[in-house]
């Protein structure tokens, strides 16, 4: 299953999480955790330490999820991302990726 990397910006704060989804070679999900310290959400291969990339912090759980909704018939399920930005609560989505100016990035893996 390939993946995706988002920005996604915080319409309650304003603070940036780049994350990535999808499944490595050899099986499971991309996890998201959440560094405290950075008040960010990180994402990390499953078999990885969870540490942040920047503090070397523990992770913990997100409280978020990432899963992908079916579709009618044989069509590929539609990637989701929702749960709360570590820093101040808000709601975050797939929407949520139109940075203050406007700008949108996305990168795709395989």
């Given amino acids: 299953m390939p993946g995706n990397a988002y ?4 319409s309650g704060c ?3 999480h780049e994350v990535t989804t999808g499944a490595p ?11 405290h310290s950075c008040e960010l959400i990180v994402s990390h291969w499953p078999q990885e ?8 912090a523990g992770l913990e759980p ?3 999820r990432v899963w992908f909704e079916p579709r009618p018939g044989d069509e590929p399920g539609e990637e989701r991302f929702e749960g709360p930005c570590p820093k101040c609560g808000t709601q975050i989505t797939l929407a949520d990726q139109a940075a203050p100016d406007g700008t949108v990035t996305i990168t795709l893996w395989d």
Avoid: F
């Fill in 49 to 56: 330490p969870e540490r942040c990339p920047t503090c070397y």
């Fill in 7 to 10: 920005h996604l910006y915080c």
């Fill in 14 to 16: 304003g603070t940036k």
């Fill in 25 to 35: 070679m050899g099986g499971g999900l991309i996890e998201q955790g959440v560094c």
């Fill in 62 to 64: 997100w409280a978020g």
